[in-house]
Nanobody, 126 residues
């Protein structure tokens, strides 16, 4: 069952911003690291950004560094991805994921995450 729900995707012109949100369903992920991945048709899921369980540390793929910002709310539950200066190459389905492990160590590979949302489409036009 889906336990994370992404929202905020849509069509945007190159150079524009979008803000994605990831909300839990059925449980809280406030004590675990979270991440954003993206997947274009025919391609593997690609790491975008991650945030530690406390929100104190963030990680970014080189492809989005300086343009995207990951954050989480006061409850450390809902996670956001602020995307600026979007490029057509950013077009993909964006997935929110949670890494529910005892260590609570953040990760940057899809295989290390065990809860996923259904994805939200981001299309950047040019």
């Amino acid at each position: 069952q889906v336990q994370l729900a992404e929202s905020g995707g849509g069509l945007v012109q190159a150079g524009g911003p979008l803000r994605l949100s990831c909300a839990p369903s059925g449980r809280t992920f406030g004590h675990y690291p979270m991440g954003w991945f993206r997947q274009a048709p025919g391609k593997d899921r690609e790491f975008g950004a991650a945030i530690s369980w406390s929100g104190s540390t963030t990680y970014y793929a080189d492809s989005v560094k300086g343009r995207f910002t990951i954050s989480r709310d006061k409850a450390m539950n809902t996670v956001y991805l602020q995307m600026n200066s979007l490029k057509p190459e950013d077009t993909a389905v964006y997935y929110c994921a949670a890494r529910v492990v005892e260590s609570r160590v953040a990760a940057t590979t899809a295989s290390e995450y065990n809860y996923w949302g259904q994805g939200t489409q981001v299309t950047v036009s040019s």
